[in-house]
C-alpha cells in the first residue's frame, strides 16, 4: 500500500480556493463592501504614520509604537485581502502553491510580530502609569528601538517552522481549500499525509506565542488599574485610563478572534464559521486599529488638526 500512496501522491501546483460564495450577486456584494474596507484600512494607517511621523509632539515611544502596529497592520491586510478581491471576481480561483506558503508564512510571522507589539505597548503603558518618574530614564530611544525590532526579528522567526511543516505535507490530487486564503487548518484538513506532528507543533507554538504575550498584557494592564485605583480624584483617573483605553481595546479584540481560532482545535470548527472569524481580523480589525487610536485620542486628534490647517 505504501507504493500505491507514494505514487498517489501527486505535487499540487496549486490550489483552488473556495472562498466565500458561488453567487455571483453576492460576490460583487463582498468585493465592494472588502475593497471600501482595505481602502479605508490602508488610508487610515497611513495617515496615522505621517502625522506621528511629521508631529514632533507625537515622537514619545508610545506613537512610535503605534506607527510600527500601523505598518504592520498595512503588511498584514495587504497579505490576504488584494488575493481575496481577486478570487471574488475571478472565474478561477486559484493560488499557486509557492503563493499559498508566501501567504501563510506572511500571515503567521505578522500575527505574531502584533501579539509582541501589542505586549510591548502594554509594558510601555505599564511603565509610564505605574512607574512615571522612571518613565524616562526607563523607555530611552535605545531601549525603544530594541524592543519595536525585536518585535519585528522574533515575529519573523516564528513564521519559519510552521510554514516550513505545513509546505513539506503531502497533497494529494485533490486541492481544494474552503477558505478565503492559505491558512493553517484548511492546508492540514487538506493534505493526505499524517499531520499529527504539525499540529502539535503548530498548537504549541501558537500556545506559546499567544499565551506569553496575553500574560505579559494581562500582567500589565492589571497593575495599570490597580495603579489607576489609588489615584484619589475622579478626573486623575479618567485621564490616566484614557491614555489606555484605546489600547486595551484593541488587545481585547485582538486576542478575542485569536484565541478563539488558534488555542482550541478548529478541525470540528464549521468552516463557514471559520471564515466568518477569520474576516474579523484580516478585513475588520486591521480598520479598527486607525479608528479606535485616532478617535478616542485627543493628543493624535489634535496633531492631525495642526497638521491639515498647516498645509
Not at 510571522?109 to 502594554?122: D, H, K, N, P, Q
Request: hydrophobic content about 45%; proline content about 4%.
Amino acid at each position: 500500500s505504501s507504493f500505491q500512496e507514494m505514487t498517489n501522491v501527486t505535487a499540487v501546483l496549486e490550489f483552488r480556493l473556495l472562498g466565500f460564495s458561488s453567487n455571483p450577486h453576492c460576490q460583487i456584494l463582498l468585493f465592494t463592501v472588502f475593497l471600501v474596507i482595505y481602502i479605508l484600512t490602508i488610508l487610515g494607517n497611513i495617515i496615522i504614520i505621517l502625522v506621528v511621523t511629521l508631529e514632533p509632539q507625537l515622537h514619545s515611544p508610545m506613537y512610535k509604537f503605534l506607527k510600527n502596529l500601523s505598518f504592520l497592520e498595512v503588511c498584514y491586510t495587504t497579505t490576504i485581502v488584494p488575493k481575496m478581491l481577486a478570487n471574488l471576481l475571478a472565474k478561477r480561483k486559484s493560488i499557486s502553491f509557492s503563493g499559498c506558503m508566501a501567504q501563510l508564512y506572511y500571515f503567521i510571522s505578522l500575527g505574531a510580530t502584533e501579539c509582541y507589539l501589542l505586549a510591548v505597548m502594554a509594558y510601555d503603558r505599564y511603565l509610564a502609569v505605574c512607574e512615571p518618574l522612571h518613565y524616562g530614564m526607563a523607555m530611552t530611544a535605545e531601549f525603544y528601538t530594541r524592543l519595536a525590532v525585536g518585535s519585528w526579528v522574533t515575529g519573523i522567526f516564528t513564521g519559519f517552522l510552521p510554514c516550513l511543516m505545513v509546505s513539506r505535507l503531502h497533497f494529494c490530487s485533490y486541492n481544494l481549500i474552503d477558505h478565503f486564503f492559505c491558512d493553517i487548518s484548511p492546508l492540514l484538513k487538506l493534505s493526505c499525509s499524517d499531520t499529527t506532528a504539525t499540529e502539535n507543533v503548530i498548537f504549541i507554538l501558537s500556545l506559546l506565542v499567544l499565551s506569553s504575550c496575553f500574560l505579559l498584557t494581562l500582567v500589565s494592564y492589571l497593575l495599570i488599574i490597580l495603579s489607576i485605583l489609588k489615584i484619589p480624584s475622579a478626573s486623575g483617573k479618567r485621564i490616566t485610563f484614557s491614555t489606555c483605553s484605546s489600547h486595551l481595546m484593541v488587545v481585547t479584540i485582538y486576542y478575542g478572534t485569536m484565541i478563539s481560532m488558534y488555542v482550541r482545535p478548529t478541525y470540528n470548527l464549521s468552516s463557514e464559521l471559520n471564515k466568518a472569524v477569520s474576516v474579523l481580523y484580516t478585513v475588520v480589525t486591521p480598520l479598527l486599529n486607525p479608528v479606535i487610536y485616532s478617535l478616542r485620542n485627543k493628543t493624535f486628534k489634535k496633531a492631525l488638526e495642526k497638521i491639515v490647517i498647516r498645509h
